[in-house]
């Protein structure tokens, strides 16, 4: 797994690879924030009715 990192750093160039996957790790964990959020909403939801 490493080894297809470094294949993708030399690629494309460090700063650019590592910008764009934390870009990406923020963006799914917004969306997992998102889907939690919903998802406790909901459940609150069904337990006052």
């Given at each position: 797994?490493?080894?297809l990192w470094e294949k993708?750093?030399?690629l494309m160039?460090?700063?650019v690879t590592i910008i764009s996957f934390f870009w990406?790790?923020?963006k799914s964990l917004e969306c997992i924030?998102?889907?939690v959020i919903w998802f406790?909403?909901?459940l609150l939801i069904q337990?006052?009715?």
């Open positions: 797994m490493l080894h993708l750093l030399d160039g460090e700063e990406s790790i923020c924030l998102k889907f406790l909403f909901l337990l006052y009715i």
